[in-house]
C-alpha cells in the first residue's frame, strides 16, 4: 500500500510540472529554432532563440523593428488548439510540423503605406533606415502595399532570399505568436 501511495505522489508531480511546462510554453515563454536563411545576418539557420509569448496572449501590438515568430499560414483561422499544437512540449507527441512557424521582422502595422520603390522600402513615404539587411533588394518592379487594421507587414533580412508578406499576405495579429527576446 505505501508503494502504491508512493508511485502515486510521483505521478502527481509528474503531471503537475508537465501542465505547468505546457502552461509556460503556450501562454509566457518558449525557446525555437530558426529555419533557413531568411534573417541572415541577425539570425542564423538553426540558431535558437527564446521567444516571449506574452504579445500573443494578451493581444500587443509588436513594435516597428521586432522579430517576431509568426504562423505563416494566413487563411486560417488560429483556435487554442493551434496554440497548444504549436507547444514546443506537445509537439513532441504529435505528428504535426512547425514549417509554418516563420521569424520575420515587423515593418508595417495597421493603416501603414508600404512601398517598394526602387529596390528600396518606404513607409508612409519615409524611406526606411535598415542597417539590418543582408544586402541591398533586388526587387522586380515596383509595388504599394497598405496594412489593414488588425495585421501587420513582416520582411526577412535576407530580403533576396525570403518568403514573407510580400508573397503571403498581411499577417493577422493573432497568427505573431510571439517575440523575439535572445
Known sequence: MNLLKQIWSWFGSIAISFILVVFLGVFVFQSTKVMGHSMDPTLHDSQRVYVSK?????????????????????????????DLLDS????????????????KRVIGKPGDQLELKDDKMYRNGVLLDEPYINEAMRANGNKKWTVPADHIFVMGDNRNNSMDSRVIGYIPLDHVLGKKLF
Open 88 to 103: 514546443p512540449l506537445l509537439s513532441l507527441f504529435t505528428s504535426g510540423d512547425d514549417k509554418h512557424v516563420w521569424i
Open 54 to 82: 506574452l504579445s500573443h496572449t494578451f493581444n500587443y501590438e509588436p513594435k516597428y523593428e521586432d522579430i517576431v515568430i509568426i504562423d505563416s499560414r494566413v487563411d486560417l483561422k488560429r483556435t487554442f488548439k493551434n
